[in-house]
């Protein structure tokens, strides 16, 4: 079955950096694109980036633009995204997804930014 594993998320002064990561299990994982979907409190989910199943095209939020940047190790069946010059409106929890028919979530990994 589909599992999705992130992780690296925590504590972050506003300004820095942190990379997550999203382990993928269950499916033939080069054949698909990938996602980074967050959700602050209070707020709906909204999609982050998105990266195709060779890594050779991406999308991304014009709120992470510039800052953000997906990637993919296809031999290690695990997505990134490295977030940089973070702000405390990118608080929230992120969730990498895949789309099989329906969608599918990890459990997610939470991000705070703060001072």
């Known amino acids: 079955q589909v599992q999705l594993v992130e992780s690296g998320g925590g504590l972050v002064q506003p300004g820095g950096s942190l990379r997550l990561s999203c382990e993928a299990s269950?499916?033939?994982?080069?054949?698909?694109?990938m996602r980074w979907y967050r959700q602050a409190p209070g707020k709906e989910r909204e999609r982050v980036a998105v990266?195709?199943?060779?890594?050779?095209?991406?999308d991304y939020a014009d709120s992470v633009k510039g800052r953000f940047t997906i990637s993919r190790d296809n031999a290690k069946n695990t997505v990134y995204l490295q977030m940089n010059s973070l702000k405390p409106e990118d608080t929230a929890v992120y969730y990498c997804?895949?789309?099989?028919?329906?969608?599918?979530w990890g459990k997610g990994t939470l991000v705070t930014v703060s001072s």
């Open positions: 997804s895949i789309i099989r028919t329906v969608y599918y």
């Open positions: 269950g499916f033939t994982f080069k054949n698909y694109a």
């Open positions: 990266i195709s199943s060779t890594g050779g095209n991406t």
